[in-house]
């Protein structure tokens, strides 16, 4: 996997423009900065915006990469929260935050999703207690199952970022990709057909939003969020549409999978057979990697599927955490779904 490490005077450049940007804005979330990170992104050092421009526009790569050694205060970004609800530490991991934003907006354009972390655009990854047991990326004891990020939806990243602030017992995130040899020309053509069915993942569920957002929805201010969680629960009753698992070259095809959230086709034993031999093939190819503080962990979503080791959380201010990031390369796609043409939130 290539890997940019940033030299002194990267981080340098970097601090000073970082710098600039928290002296107009205090939150990531603010549609204005939003719209002008692009517009900063070009300031980041060259070597950065060419790395990364090489990872967006070539596919010779395995699909990862990592920019590494933003330095991290751990005292400084405080303890690890105990729920993203109250993005608690906003203002305290301020600067790495908007890096997260300037290198995606060097893929395309971040989004989020309002059926997601309360329609945050940049979402905390860490254990929460209640979710212990949780197939979410706030799980902790199960295997985090691997999947491309938001498989069973149509307006789903092309990129996710992931940023890592503490990982002190260095669990592993875990990368897979396919060779498509370990396939044959019968079974590539199935898995190019819409046979398969993927539910929306836990993290998209009613159940999961936050009750400060669930109170807002209940005095009427959440009309369209409504109906998005209507959405949800049509495709969690897996009444939506069928997709391949497989699109793009049938030579290097991309990826589109969460068998964890996918039903067996009881109907389809060739589709079945097919199914079974690239979640193996994926399988076979799954490799460890272990994020350090200050590491920027971009991630094709189209071409390789990532998920987690469990671990054993201690809820104790130290535990493992993350930030994540959605790119996409064509906002317009997702007009329909998206209440203006500038908003970022998926409806
Ligand atoms: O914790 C990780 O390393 C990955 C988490 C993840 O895949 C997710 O939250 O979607
Ligand atoms: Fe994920």
């Given at each position: 996997m290539s890997k940019l490490v940033l030299s002194h005077q990267e981080i340098s450049d970097i601090q000073s423009l970082l710098k600039d940007i928290i002296s107009r804005y205090n939150s990531v979330e603010n549609p204005d900065f939003i719209k002008e990170s692009c517009l900063y992104a070009?300031?980041?050092?060259?070597?950065?915006?060419?790395?990364?421009?090489?990872?967006?526009?070539?596919?010779?790569?395995?699909?990862?990469?990592?920019?590494?050694?933003?330095?991290?205060?751990?005292?400084?970004?405080?303890?690890?929260?105990?729920?993203?609800?109250?993005?608690?530490?906003?203002?305290?991991?301020?600067?790495?935050?908007?890096?997260?934003?300037?290198?995606?907006?060097?893929?395309?354009?971040?989004?989020?999703?309002?059926?997601?972390?309360?329609?945050?655009?940049?979402?905390?990854?860490?254990?929460?207690?209640?979710?212990?047991?949780?197939?979410?990326?706030?799980?902790?004891?199960?295997?985090?199952?691997?999947?491309?990020?938001?498989?069973?939806?149509?307006?789903?990243?092309?990129?996710?970022?992931?940023?890592?602030?503490?990982?002190?017992?260095?669990?592993?995130?875990?990368?897979?990709?396919?060779n498509v040899e370990e396939l044959n020309q019968e079974q590539i053509q199935v898995l190019f057909e819409p046979y398969f069915y993927i539910r929306p993942d836990e993290s998209h569920l009613e159940k999961n939003e936050s009750e400060i957002r669930r109170q807002s929805r209940?005095?009427?201010?959440?009309?369209?969020?409504?109906?998005?969680?209507?959405?949800?629960?049509?495709?969690?009753?897996?009444?939506?549409?069928?997709?391949?698992?497989?699109?793009?070259?049938?030579?290097?095809?991309?990826?589109?999978?969460?068998?964890?959230?996918?039903?067996?086709?009881k109907d389809n034993k060739e589709a079945q057979i097919a199914f079974h031999t690239l979640v193996r093939a994926i399988d076979a190819n799954i490799e460890p990697i272990v994020l350090q503080p200050g590491d920027y962990c971009l991630i094709d979503n189209y071409r390789v599927v990532h998920g987690r080791n469990p671990f054993k959380a201690n809820y104790d201010g130290k535990d493992r955490w993350l930030k994540r990031v959605n790119i996409t390369k064509d906002l317009r796609k997702s007009r329909d779904s998206r209440a203006t043409s500038t908003s970022r939130i998926i409806l």
């Open positions: 070009q300031e980041l050092p060259w070597r950065i915006r060419e790395f990364i421009n090489d990872f967006r526009l070539t596919e010779d790569n395995l699909g990862t990469c990592i920019i590494s050694g933003y330095p991290i205060d751990d005292s400084k970004i405080g303890l690890t929260p105990s729920h993203w609800k109250w993005k608690a530490d906003a203002l305290h991991t301020l600067e790495e935050q908007i890096l997260l934003v300037l290198y995606g907006s060097l893929l395309g354009e971040v989004f989020g999703w309002s059926t997601q972390q309360d329609g945050y655009i940049v979402h905390d990854i860490f254990p929460i207690k209640s979710h212990e047991d949780e197939q979410l990326g706030s799980g902790s004891a199960q295997t985090l199952w691997w999947h491309n990020e938001d498989a069973f939806h149509p307006y789903r990243a092309d990129y996710v970022i992931f940023l890592c602030l503490r990982n002190p017992d260095e669990i592993a995130t875990t990368i897979g990709n396919l209940e005095n009427n201010e959440g009309h369209l969020i409504n109906l998005a969680y209507e959405k949800i629960n049509k495709m969690n009753s897996s009444s939506g549409d069928k997709i391949s698992v497989l699109f793009g070259s049938p030579q290097s095809p991309y990826l589109r999978l969460d068998p964890y959230f996918m039903d067996q086709l």
